[in-house]
């Protein structure tokens, strides 16, 4: 599934600017400056340096925008259909509480679309254990491949059975993971201070939450 609209290639523009990087990066080389050794990201093949993102970082701030008319999530069905996957994707025993002045937890529909973006947001609060923190889901559509994976930003990239590709972040207080589905549905799941980055995981891959399961 593609999404159309007023989009650019966002890897193309980054590699006009890390072409020109690069170009930098050789004189320095020439003046002998100490390059740093590279990042190695597990599961990724290509890796903007911590040096050249510094450099690319407005090139890559939005993956463009989709039609509002595409996103299945418009409508009421699909969205209370997310909207349950994405409860039983929970840990077991996890409670959730929106978050004040926010709509109930969940994805909605006229939210939707009534936004320039076409991307549907369930925002609250999670307990799980003896850990109370917040949940952000953003689901949204995205013809733009994986591409590289940037240092700082990525710890590691899983590609699963299905083709489904995973970009994970994980540190002491936040675990976010960022799927791309085949069928062009970008999930992109941030929990703060509370659940496991399997847990995170684990609500990336629900397939409920992808564009082509069925309402």
């Not at 090139?59 to 999530?73: I, L, Q, Y």
């Not at 409508?75 to 996890?94: D, H, N, S, V, Y």
């Not at 969940?106 to 939210?111: C, L, Q």
Request: with cysteine; net charge negative; charged share 20%.
């Amino acid at each position: 599934m593609k999404s159309t609209g007023a989009r650019g290639s966002v890897w193309s523009t980054v590699a006009v600017i890390v072409g020109i990087v690069a170009g930098g990066t050789v004189v320095a080389g020439l003046l002998h400056e100490p390059q740093p050794d590279p990042v190695v990201i597990p599961g990724c093949e290509e890796v903007v340096q911590p040096e050249d993102l510094v450099r690319v970082n407005y090139a890559f701030v939005s993956e463009g925008d989709a039609d509002v008319s595409e996103v299945p999530w418009r409508f009421e069905a699909k969205a209370r259909a997310m909207t349950e996957a994405l409860i039983a994707a929970l840990p077991t025993g996890a409670t959730v509480e929106p978050e004040p002045f926010a709509p109930t937890f969940g994805f909605d529909a006229v939210a939707v679309r009534q936004s320039l973006d076409g991307e549907a947001d369930a925002l609250g609060t999670v307990t799980a254990g003896d850990r109370t923190g917040t949940l952000t889901v953003t689901v949204g559509l995205s013809d733009q491949p994986a591409g590289p994976c940037f240092a700082g930003v990525v710890d590691e990239r899983s590609t699963q059975a299905d083709g489904t590709v995973l970009d994970i972040q994980d540190s002491k207080d936040t675990s976010r993971v960022i799927a791309r589905a085949t069928d062009g549905t970008r999930i992109d799941v941030n929990a703060r201070g509370v659940l496991t980055r399997e847990q995170v995981i684990d609500i990336a891959r629900a397939p409920g939450l992808r564009a082509s399961a069925p309402a």
